[in-house]
């Protein structure tokens, strides 16, 4: 299969099991800072709010802190603390957003097996 249209059969697929799923609820710029501070903390450098802020090519603060607040309400992100200091709080990825990488994860070897690489 050309490269291309691999690509975009996989991004078919993708979309797919976002509209199956809850994330269908989610727009891309949610999506999106959901992806970054999903791959901060699996590389065990959990993003801070400040930090996500800071995201400009997504939005302005304001829009990303509600985007942020709309992440935690429906289950995909919370904030922590370190024990020794409080004020800081970081963000991680609840189990129903690691629940769907997994199955984008599972869908894209899946895709891959398919296309014989």
Do not use: W
């Not at 949610?30 to 999903?38: A, D, G, N, V, Y």
């Not at 020794?84 to 599972?106: G, I, Q, V, W």
């Amino acid at each position: 299969m050309e490269s291309t249209q691999f690509y975009l059969r996989l991004k078919h697929l993708i979309h797919s099991l976002d509209e199956k799923e809850e994330l269908a609820e989610l727009d891309l710029v949610s999506l999106r800072m959901l992806e970054i501070l999903t791959l901060h903390h699996i590389e065990n450098k959990p993003m801070t709010v400040t930090e996500v802020m800071a995201l400009q090519t997504l939005g302005s603060p304001a829009t990303l802190h509600r985007k942020l607040d709309g992440l935690r309400d429906a289950g995909y992100v919370e904030s922590f603390s370190l024990p020794n200091d409080k004020r800081t709080k970081y963000l991680k990825p609840c189990a129903k957003a690691m629940k769907h990488f997994s199955a984008l994860s599972d869908l894209v070897a899946h895709s891959l097996q398919t296309a014989g690489r």
